[in-house]
Each structure stands twice: as structure tokens, then as C-alpha cells.
């Protein structure tokens, strides 16, 4: 069951009437369950009762999923919820997700995000040299060591954007993104979720470096073989297996992902794919 719902709460902040029953105003979801977005202060017992009444009717109706949206001024109103049943779902910076389940058979509630999103960026210039950082925190702090520049895509942002991005913020240097070449999946990563993290390369448009004075200790243009000879890349078998991808990428040996927007039902998105192989054979 998903929270996903196509319009806004139009009661939202006042108590809505359903045959002299007061209630929660809601939106059903598509899934057979509704949401509500308390807008407006309430006392907490006051919330509880009609909390109880509207449990109580939506049962009768045959709803499944309750998910209740608490903006972080109302957050008071949380302890009133999960006295009822309801857990804690997800939070963000302004509001926090509650839900609670109906039917006595298990939930079908789907988990919060289970992955955090990573890249790393191979930017390989026509003097074969590859665009390296050295970061001023983290766990490679103090050590010396040159590695792509990496970082998080941010929500919203498709993975190929957040490479050029992140290399923009950490060198300075302006790229145009050519195709995801591999990616790895961990688990307990950060804050017990799991972690995806997609090699990207990337193609140049320009050369000068203005490393990021906040995160980044120092970027250079380093030639490949020097790259690949550190300690630090041939002692990992993750970078190993990385650096051979790259430099088969770089001989036209290997085929990696180009992004193709796309649309589906309700949404559009990208769909990466290996569009060499995929000619050769139409």
C-alpha cells in the first residue's frame, strides 16, 4: 500500500461531518486507505477522541492504511496517535508520517526509503588524465589519497544530473554526463539503510579546477596509470574491479547505461540501458 495520493486535502484543518459522526477530514489513496493533514492546533485529547471516532468509522468503511501528516509545530499531537496504534514512518524536516493499520491481517504498509543514492564520477580528459579529489573530512581525511569525486543524489534528482553536479560543486569542472558504467549495493550504510552507489562517466567541457574550499582538500588532473598504481586502488577489490570497468570503457571493450526518458502510468523517468548491444540486434 503506498501513501501516494493525486490530490491535496481540501478540509484540511477543520473537522469534516460523515452522518453526525465527526471525523478527520481525509484523502483516499488508491490502495484502499486514506490520509489526513492536521493543519491547526488541537488539544491532545480533543485529537484522541476524534482520532477514536474516525478509527472507528473507517473501519466500518473497510479502509485499510491510515497515514496521518503532523507538521513539525503540531508534533505534540504524535504521543495522542501512537497511544491508538499508530508508528512513526518517516520524517522529514517539516513534517512527520504516522500510520496505522486496520485489517487484522498483516499490513501491507510499504517500508520507508530503504537506499540512500551515490555516485562516483570517472572524468577522463584527452590527455588521458582523471580528474581526482582529496576530501577534507571523512573517512579518507588526512590520508593522501586521490579518488573520484563522489556525493549523494539529492531527492528529485536523476542520477546523471547528480554527476555532473557533484563534480561541478567539488572541482569546479563542467562536465556532460555519458553513461552509468556499473553500480554497487550495501547494506547499514547510513542510519541502518542501504546504500546504492552507480559509477558514472562523464565527459569534460572544460579543465580548470576550483576545488571546493568546505569539503575538498585539493583536485588535479592525475594520469590513469598513476591513479590506478596508489596502494589505495590496488588494495580494494571494489576500486580494482572499478578502474578495470573504466579503462575497458576507455579502449571501447565495454558498454555501459545511457539514460533514455521514458514515460509510465502517472510518471516519467529515465530508463538506463545498454543502447549498443541493444542497436546490434534491431
Given at each position: 500500500?503506498?501513501?501516494s495520493s493525486?490530490s ?5 484543518g477543520?473537522?469534516?461531518n ?6 478527520l ?7 484502499g486507505?486514506?490520509?489526513t493533514e492536521?493543519?491547526?492546533p488541537?488539544?491532545?485529547?480533543a485529537?484522541?477522541?476524534?482520532l477514536?471516532?474516525?478509527?472507528s ?5 473497510g479502509?485499510?492504511g491510515?497515514?496521518?501528516?503532523l ?8 504521543e495522542?496517535?501512537?497511544k491508538e496504534g ?11 508520517m ?5 485489517p ?6 510499504p ?7 551515490g555516485?562516483g ?5 584527452h590527455?588521458k ?5 582529496q576530501?577534507k ?6 590520508q ?10 539529492n531527492e528529485?534528482?536523476y ?8 563534480v ?5 569542472v563542467?562536465?556532460?554526463f555519458?553513461?552509468?558504467l556499473a553500480?554497487?549495493q550495501t547494506?547499514k ?5 542501504s ?8 565527459n ?8 571546493q574550499?568546505?569539503?575538498?582538500e585539493a583536485?588535479q ?6 591513479y590506478t598504481k596508489?596502494p589505495f586502488?590496488?588494495n ?5 574491479y572499478m578502474?578495470?570497468?573504466?579503462s ?8 555501459g ?5 521514458v514515460?509510465a502510468?502517472?510518471?516519467?523517468g529515465?530508463l538506463?540501458?545498454?543502447t549498443?548491444?541493444?542497436r546490434?540486434?534491431?
Amino acid at each position: 500500500m503506498s501513501v501516494s495520493s493525486s490530490s491535496t486535502n481540501p478540509m484540511a484543518g477543520e473537522e469534516a461531518n460523515n452522518g453526525g459522526v465527526t471525523m478527520l477530514p481525509v484523502v483516499e489513496d488508491k490502495y484502499g486507505g486514506v490520509m489526513t493533514e492536521v493543519n491547526h492546533p488541537m488539544d491532545p485529547s480533543a485529537f484522541s477522541a476524534l482520532l477514536q471516532s474516525s478509527l472507528s468509522t473507517w473501519t466500518l468503511q473497510g479502509k485499510k492504511g491510515v497515514w496521518i501528516k503532523l507538521p513539525r509545530q503540531l508534533i505534540g499531537l504524535a504521543e495522542a496517535a501512537v497511544k491508538e496504534g499508530f508508528w512513526f514512518h518517516h520524517a522529514e524536516k517539516v513534517y512527520l508520517m504516522l500510520v496505522y493499520w486496520i485489517p487484522i491481517v498483516g499490513d501491507t504498509i510499504p517500508s520507508n526509503a530503504s537506499h540512500r543514492v551515490g555516485i562516483g564520477a570517472f572524468v577522463l580528459n584527452h590527455k588521458k588524465e582523471v580528474l581526482v579529489v582529496q576530501e577534507k573530512t571523512g573517512r579518507f581525511q588526512g590520508q593522501g589519497i586521490w579518488k573520484f569525486p563522489t556525493g549523494v543524489v539529492n531527492e528529485g534528482e536523476y542520477i546523471h544530473d547528480g554527476s555532473v553536479r557533484e563534480v561541478k560543486e567539488e572541482t569546479g569542472v563542467d562536465t556532460e554526463f555519458v553513461q552509468v558504467l556499473a553500480f554497487r549495493q550495501t547494506h547499514k550504510a547510513f542510519f541502518e539503510k542501504s546504500d546504492l552507489f552507480f559509477v558514472c562517466m562523464l565527459n569534460p567541457l572544460s579543465l580548470e579546477i576550483n576545488a571546493q574550499e568546505t569539503e575538498i582538500e585539493a583536485a588535479q588532473w592525475m594520469p590513469w596509470e598513476e591513479y590506478t598504481k596508489q596502494p589505495f586502488v590496488q588494495n580494494h577489490e571494489l576500486l580494482r574491479y572499478m578502474t578495470a570497468i573504466c579503462s575497458a570503457k576507455t579502449k571501447g571493450d565495454y558498454e555501459g547505461f545511457t539514460p533514455l526518458r521514458v514515460s509510465a502510468p502517472d510518471q516519467q523517468g529515465n530508463l538506463y540501458f545498454n543502447t549498443r548491444d541493444l542497436r546490434s540486434r534491431h
